[in-house]
């Protein structure tokens, strides 16, 4: 049974397909989200032998996550409740992930250094970071225009030697993504 959770909006398969998930990864959404829109598609994407954590500050969120999971018997889903804006809060060793995804969350980060930091440690030299946002112009949903952060915005954010920019894409009609290598230098 497919998890259905406003894909409308943004279509997880598909981004996580053109941002290269494959079997055996292992993925971290920080600030999953009580619907999980990426946790679910990840598992099914990666299968057993990889690993998907729901990171999410709210414990009633991550309740929810495992319950859902258990129900559809996705057991390589491991919620991990952290506040993503503290560098090393993160219960998730430094450089063992794939691929880390921040969605809909980066312009809502009060500590916007710390959360880059915090994607770095957590990605391994290699690993894919991607960001999705909210496109700045007036949309019919989302957060006031006032506080999206424009692509040019976020890359400021996100210039540090602990990252590369890699790519950008449209995520759908309201989001766009960035995609950042890790480098090998050392958080």
Same mark, same amino acid.
């Given at each position: 049974?497919?998890?259905?959770?406003?894909?409308?909006?943004?279509?997880?398969?598909?981004? /996580?397909?053109?941002?290269?998930? @494959? +079997?055996?990864?292992?993925?971290?959404?920080?600030?999953?989200?009580?619907? $999980?829109?990426? #946790?679910?598609?990840?598992?099914?994407?990666?299968?057993?032998?990889?690993?998907?954590?729901?990171?999410?500050?709210?414990?009633?969120?991550?309740?929810?996550?495992?319950?859902?999971?258990?129900?559809?018997?996705?057991?390589?889903?491991?919620?991990?409740?952290?506040?993503?804006?503290?560098?090393?809060?993160?219960?998730?060793?430094?450089?063992?992930?794939?691929?880390?995804?921040?969605?809909?969350? /980066?312009?809502?980060?009060?500590? @916007? +250094?710390?959360?880059?930091?915090?994607?770095?440690?957590?990605?391994?030299? $290699?690993?894919? #970071?991607?960001?999705?946002?909210?496109?700045?112009?007036?949309?019919?949903?989302?957060?006031?225009?006032?506080?999206?952060?424009?692509?040019?915005?976020?890359?400021?954010?996100?210039?540090?030697?602990?990252?590369?920019?890699?790519?950008?894409?449209?995520?759908?009609?309201?989001?766009?993504?960035?995609?950042?290598?890790?480098?090998?230098?050392?958080?």
């Amino acid at each position: 049974m497919m998890h259905r959770s406003g894909t409308e909006l943004i279509n997880p398969f598909k981004v /996580l397909e053109r941002v290269g998930v @494959r +079997e055996g990864f292992r993925v971290a959404d920080l600030g999953c989200g009580f619907l $999980g829109h990426f #946790i679910f598609p990840a598992a099914q994407l990666i299968g057993g032998k990889g690993v998907v954590y729901a990171v999410d500050i709210q414990e009633h969120v991550l309740e929810h996550i495992a319950r859902y999971a258990k129900q559809e018997h996705l057991y390589n889903i491991v919620p991990v409740r952290s506040d993503i804006d503290v560098y090393g809060a993160t219960r998730i060793d430094d450089a063992s992930l794939d691929l880390t995804l921040l969605v809909n969350n /980066l312009f809502l980060s009060q500590d @916007r +250094e710390a959360l880059a930091h915090e994607m770095a440690r957590l990605t391994r030299p $290699g690993g894919r #970071i991607v960001i999705v946002e909210w496109k700045p112009n007036d949309s019919p949903i989302g957060p006031p225009t006032n506080q999206r952060l424009g692509r040019q915005d976020a890359k400021k954010i996100l210039k540090t030697p602990y990252m590369d920019f890699f790519d950008e894409f449209e995520a759908g009609p309201y989001h766009y993504g960035l995609i950042y290598l890790r480098t090998e230098e050392p958080v």
